[in-house]
């Protein structure tokens, strides 16, 4: 009887863990990851690399939106706001087999927050200069205390993947569900579960289920959709207007619709004053009519219409309306209106000769538009943006670059006069913005890393983003990021123009894939998902 | 075949016509978005019907001829000439000077030009006119599309520097620049033909994808090989089968040349 038990028991393991144990999930990245540094992640592919292996604190349920213990057991905030201590969880280890203490916590905020490594997630802890102070409290306890109160503390941690301060691996070990194994720049990056990773399921079974993923470097969105067609890749984590709609035609039940996500589609001008570009454009990249009047010159109305397929929403200022808390409703939709933006810039000393705008010296009004090559929805938003800004008689020239390029020209070489990109937002919080506002800061990309405030307006930003990082009343900070709004909204430092849909794509060959509108929408519980038996027996 | 021959180059005459006409031929101006009808089918007002953005394609495909046809060409014969010149001499002195020119062609096709796009890319400004940038692509296509073609061109002179007519022209005293110009050279027509014509869609197409390195036609300006990246959305070409008419035009304009070309050799 027992052996028959037995017998039965074994059968049925047998025929479950060919549903769960197998599996290759393989989807795309648009470009290379800038860094498989998890700590100066500031793109989408590094990001994506970031949530697959690395391990957090504490992580925000992207379903829920609220947070809940990962690498910690537990935590509390002090009720200044400035210090937040951690109970680790014990027993837990890197994937090199390295034991993770409060040594690695300790290493990794210190590495964090060091000026020198010009991290934008350590940008959103930094609400005023000065050290940061870590004390283990008693073994497995640690308490970070930050030199002025950050709202949203614990929140934060969401982004701070552990790094290990003994393993001789670096970067590589870690404490996520998966591993990075293999890199072929421009191909793929093959992951591996993380053999030695913490988590189990209910029924006491290691996770994650997949064995690898396979992250294809394809920036073609075309291909992308061919491939998922085709079964190749199971999920297209932002899909395209016109291929959702094409997919819901096909296969209703593999295509999501979230509604507005939290992401921009902006247009911003180089404004860095060691940037080579001539004295001239830059003055005119420096006044707010100017861009004022760019921004009113865009008819946002056919941006949605014409390069979303309709499934995208007008941005009215940095805040997505689906961020329903902090976005500041009082902001009016911005206006298409090509009369009012000439008047603009005809005050601002411009003048129109025949048909050809010109500057007070007589430099016809001409600049190019970067932007990454590749994504379609961007590449159409540039013609029409060249369309309209034509009718107001300013030529611009676009150009498609491939990614290492074009984020070569932002950070590094600044070669460039006006750039079209997506700002992502992963978190509902403004601090989690603190890297684009703070004029110090990396991501303040009009601008970035200013020693000291260029203009009035961004030492108000600087002012408004520390004092809301460091109050605790909700309502206060709101007023506070309302301002803010506000601002950016009058000087148009990013000229925002569209709120696409979280919109994606997931094979019925996926189990426990949840889109929602955080990112990332499909893969947020990754250590969860399966493939079916027929994709994992192929 | 002579009628065959009539009709290739009725077709070639009309559609390089097309192209040199299209600003007169055009409906509409290439740019020119009408963004009450995009996506439309033919119709009247739109023979060809309009992309994504609402533009005519039929404005857009005859100026996309004008530049593909005209500068894919001019870039086959930079590489066909210097594809020619190398490697017709090198295939007729042979010995070690072949064995090491061939060795440099492999290294020359080895080499990453990606590199070398991104860096001409980097020095170029921005702002580049798109008419500029395409003049640009198709002259560095020209430049560095020559070495394949050298290869078989080195064959093609291995082979025929022993034969007969090369012998009896040199026992009567031919010098070797004669014997190249003027024996090997007339012999190898066929081959550079080949290797001119095979270079007009692969340059056409080169164009269309160094549009990711920021070189290539920009917009608004169309090119056959960017108007074909249409075509990387399959599904949609069984539905709009109008995509396919920058690649029909590309397929006619080469398939007629071959036949002139080919026409004319059977005459000769």
Known sequence: MRLRSLQLIAFCVLMVVPCFGQGELHFCLHADPKTLNPLTVDDDASETVRYLTGGVLVRLNRKSQQLEPELATAWKLSKDNRTVTFTLRPGVKFSDGTPFTSDDVAFTMNSLMDPNLHSPVGDAFR??????????????????????????????????????????????????????????????????????????????????????????????????????????????????????????????????????????EVVWFNQAPNSPIAAYKLAWFRSAAFRQAISTAINRADLVRLAFNGHASPAVGPVSPANRFWFNAKLKPQRFDQGAAIKLLIEDQFHLDAGVLRDSRGHPVEFSIVTNAGNKGRERMAALIQQDLASIGIKVALVTLDFPSLIERMTRTRDYEACLLGLVNTDLDPNSQMNIWLSSGENHQWNPAQ????????????????????????????????????????????????????????????????????????????ERMSLSTEQASK | MRYVRIIAMTLLSVIFGAALLAPTLAPSDYAMQFREAPNSPPSTRFLLGTDELGRDRLSRVLFASRVSLLLAPAAAAISTLFAGVIGTVVGYLGGIVEKVMMAAVDLFMSLPWLFLLITIRAMLPLDLAPVVSVIVTFTLLGFLGWAASARVVCAGARTLRSSMFMLNARGQGCRSWRLIAFQLLPNLRLVLWAQFLISIPVFVLAEANLGMLGLGVTEPLPSLGGLMRELENLPTVPLQPWRLVPIAVLAACVSAFQIIVSGYEVEV
Do not use: C
């Not at chain 1, 996770?207 to 075309?222: F, G, W």
């Not at chain 1, 949840?514 to 893969?523: A, D, K, Q």
């Open chain 1, 127 to 264: 609400s005023a200069p000065g050290p940061i102070a870590i004390k283990a409290v008693r073994n497995g306890t640690i308490s970070i205390t930050f030199p002025a109160p950050v709202s949203g503390l614990d929140k934060l941690f969401d982004q701070v993947a552990m790094m290990s301060a003994h393993s001789t691996l670096k970067e590589r070990a870690v404490l996520g569900p998966f591993v990075l194994t293999d890199y072929k720049p421009g191909s793929y990056l093959e992951l591996r579960r993380n053999a030695n990773y913490w988590k189990r399921d209910s029924t006491g079974r290691q996770l994650p289920y997949l064995e690898k993923i396979y992250l294809h470097i394809q920036q073609n969105r075309d291909v992308e959709l061919t491939r998922f067609n085709r079964g190749e890749i199971q999920i297209i984590n932002a899909l395209e207007g016109e291929y959702y709609d094409r997919l819901q035609t096909q296969s209703p039940a593999e295509v999501f619709d979230a509604g507005p996500s939290l992401d921009s």
């Open chain 1, 451 to 526: 020693t000291t405030p260029a203009t009035a307006w961004e030492s108000e930003l600087d002012l408004l983003m520390r004092e809301q990082a460091s109050t605790n009343d909700a309502n206060k900070r709101k007023l506070l990021f309302d301002r803010v709004q506000e601002i950016a909204r009058q000087q148009e430092p990013f000229i925002y123009l569209v709120h696409k849909n979280a919109l994606s794509a997931v094979s019925w060959k996926v189990r426990g894939a949840e889109p929602v509108v955080l990112s990332p929408h499909t893969y947020w519980q990754i």
